[in-house]
């Protein structure tokens, strides 16, 4: 399936030998990595299910050697291994790494494919990586930091073998024993910046959003800790079980850091898909930024720029930012259909830091997101997964996205399928330069407060908040409390579905 939409063009990733549909199987929840030095390689992981009659899935994987425009499917990492949750990265070499989650122990573990994702190797052994529910990691890119090359993960809730958060020195074949992250953050991700500082953004699966710092997770000889805490304010409240995704998450939490080395270097971004505060139906998109790193947060902006209505879904919201400070944000989107279900690809991009967006551009033909769901085992996987992602270069940015625009005649409705698409602020695509690495960042200074920071935004939408964390006279960094386990989310004002353990 190759699928045109104006200037745009996505390209099916999980293609039998000869490019063409598989029809009968299922493909969701995919994650991209693009080689830094040579942006025509591109590897995607997602969820591989054989065939839609079963909930059984596997880590698939595939591979691109000319831009996305070509797409091979060799298979999954194991044979018969029942995986999911899959978060793929890259180093600043261009090794890429494959983080893999077993749903019968929920431990994880790491591969790496030197070869632009053609093949992988199993770097961990089963379950080393630890893990748990909705795992994530990141990696630290750059030479001049004294992390450079290590790994950091977290996840939700208390995983395979206790904690939240783990780091590999070693490019992820060791891992520390877990330990815990102040407040327990969810449904989130992280990213390290040009200092070697490691921010993690998650929240409560409500309306309590955290930017979280460690300063020495960059130092192989010390246990991380936890020095700085910042509660940010997204606008609204995650979403589980919404009318477009009703087996899964509306959209986590994304965060990134700009590591471009000019005026916005070591911002910090957030951006989550939220339920508006008073609404009850339907998402934004919302964007949060921090100039001063992770201290205070500017208030919520809204991305998406249709008028609002609360029976429209903007959902899946994910952000990248590119080696020269400039920000993508893609997502899926229901302004356009009658039925508020029918989805679109959206696309919008900052050139100020987020002070100011583009306006939005559809990418993507409409699809129902209602369809081909693996098994109909509702309500724990009726859902296209929980999340897409963007990789963002120079002169734009390189998607992932589940879409069910292939039909399946037999089943008598569409397939999900995972696709590739390339954005710019041009309008449309552009070649995907050869090399996307920037100058090596000047590490930025960011003053360590003696205490946990707490910052509330400030009620201008795109100033960045000026409130002055408080700060105790101790010393001591802030403890690290014991979090609870969650294999179901906390109650919400208005009735939504409980979901069980999520992988």
Known sequence: MISPYGTFTSFQVNVDAQGNNIVGDAANEPTISVDPTNGNKIAIGWRQFNTWTSNFRQAGYGYTTDAGTTWHFPGVLQNGVFRSDPVTNSDDTGNFFYLSLLVNTFCGDIWRSTNGGQTWTERSPDGGAHSGDKEWFTLDRTPTSMGHGFQYQFWTGGGCSGGEFSRSTDGGATWMSPINIPNGPVWGTLDVASN??????????????????????????????????????????????GAVNPGGLAGQIFLAVDRSGGPTNNNIYMVATVEPFGATNGTDVMFARSTDGGLTFSAPHRINDDPINHNKWHWFGTVGVAPNGRIDSVWLDTRNAANNTDSQLFFSFSTDGGVTWSPNVAVSNSFNPLEGWPSQNCP????????????SDN????????????????RGQHEQDVYYVRVSPSGGPTPTPTATASPTPTPTATA????????TATATPTATATATPTATPTGTPTPTPTSTPRPTPTP?????PTPPPRP
């Not at 309590?208 to 997204?234: E, G, H, L």
């Not at 724990?380 to 990789?391: A, E, R, S």
């Not at 919400?492 to 939504?496: D, G, H, K």
């Open 395 to 410: 002169t734009g940015g390189d998607v992932a996205y589940a879409a069910t625009f292939n039909f399946n005649p037999s």
């Open 380 to 391: 724990i996987q009726c859902k296209i997964g929980d999340y897409i992602t963007i990789v």
């Open 196 to 241: 070697g500082n490691l921010f993690i953004g998650g929240g409560d699966e409500g309306s309590s959003f955290w930017c979280i710092r460690s300063s020495n997770a960059q130092n192989p000889n010390v246990t991380p800790t936890f020095d700085q805490v910042t509660t940010v304010n997204m606008g609204g409240s995650l979403v589980y079980g």
């Open 448 to 455: 360590t407060p003696t205490a946990t920071a707490t910052a």
């Open 492 to 496: 919400r004002p208005r009735p939504r």
